[in-house]
């Protein structure tokens, strides 16, 4: 991303009921150009706070997570679009290497890139392929400490983009962006202070794994019992022994049981879905 002025960035989010954790959010994202809120009915002060971070706010009607960071993307003031969650924040280094790719000259050739989309690696150059979107890591706090092993770190995140190039999936749960061109990367994490209790944690995974069997079912994919054993026990070496999870002590463990627990859930519910469905 090179041209002669800087690129102007719109931040992006979506929110509801959002005001345990949007104050610190929104002020990571004062470095953008633009915030952009797009709230699907907030009843506590998630509006108060935008405004006071002078954050743009389209209300609107709740789409499924894919569809509605896509309605949000549309809606930004800008091609270049940083999108993140309320519970997100932006630390200052990843704003130190955001800057820098949409800053003017060469000031932006310092950072390298690693090629993803067609297998296409290479140092950013005269004659690199053109960067539509940037993927960074995100640290993930959980039972009071931040994971930095298995799932919860580096838990590449591709939110940084170029709108014109790229854009949000329709998936109705663990959506993900789609690019057209070549993914960099970038230094610096996205940190994710989740405030949640244990409890509200796993009622959030037990919904993620329904919208999830659904989705696969819609899409013509079928469960069998060899998904629903295997499964959960391969994603458990490899984020457990593989990704070093083992480090992280009790949270660790506990976070990559969850994930295994939701896998497993994900597979039963499409099997019942299948024997119900006439």
């Known amino acids: ?3 002669d002025a800087r690129q102007p960035v719109s931040a992006v989010l979506i929110t509801k009921n959002a005001a345990a954790q949007l104050d610190a959010c929104l002020a990571s994202l004062a470095f953008c150009d633009e915030i952009l809120v797009v709230d ?8 108060e706070i935008a405004g006071r971070h002078g954050a743009r706010v389209v209300q609107s009607h709740w789409r499924g997570f894919g569809a509605q960071k896509q309605f949000a993307v549309e809606r930004a003031r800008h091609d270049w679009v940083l999108c993140i969650d309320a519970d997100e ?15 003017p000259g060469s000031a932006c050739r310092e950072f390298r890139f690693t090629g993803r989309q067609g297998g296409i690696p290479g140092t950013h150059s005269a004659s690199a392929p053109i960067v539509v979107a940037y993927r ?3 640290r993930n706090r959980f039972m009071g400490r931040y994971l930095r092993h298995g799932e919860g770190y580096p ?3 591709l939110r940084f983009f170029d709108r014109r190039g790229a854009r949000w999936s329709d998936d109705a749960v663990h959506e993900k962006v789609l690019a057209t061109g070549a993914v960099g990367s970038l230094q610096g994490d996205l940190l994710h202070e989740s ?7 796993l009622a959030k995974q037990n919904r993620y794994s329904t919208l999830a069997a659904e989705e696969a079912l819609a899409h013509g994919r ?3 019992v060899l998904h629903l054993l295997l499964s959960p026990a391969l994603r458990f070496i ?7 999870g083992l480090l992280d002590g009790l949270p660790g463990l506990v976070h990559i049981l969850v994930g295994c627990g939701a896998s497993f859930a994900k597979y039963a519910k499409m099997l019942a879905f299948q024997k119900s469905d006439p």
């Not at 699907?40 to 509006?47: F, I, K, P, V």
């Not at 490899?238 to 070093?244: G, I, M, P, W």
């Open 40 to 47: 699907s009915g907030s009843e506590d002060a998630t509006l």
């Open 136 to 138: 960074f890591a995100r």
């Open 222 to 224: 079928q469960a069998t």
């Open 155 to 157: 838990d590449w995140s």
């Open 195 to 201: 405030a949640e209790s244990l409890e509200t944690y």
């Open 238 to 244: 490899k984020f457990y022994f593989l990704r070093l």
């Open 1 to 3: 991303m090179t041209s």
């Open 89 to 103: 924040r932006v630390s200052e280094r990843l704003q130190e290497s955001i800057r820098a790719v949409t800053c």
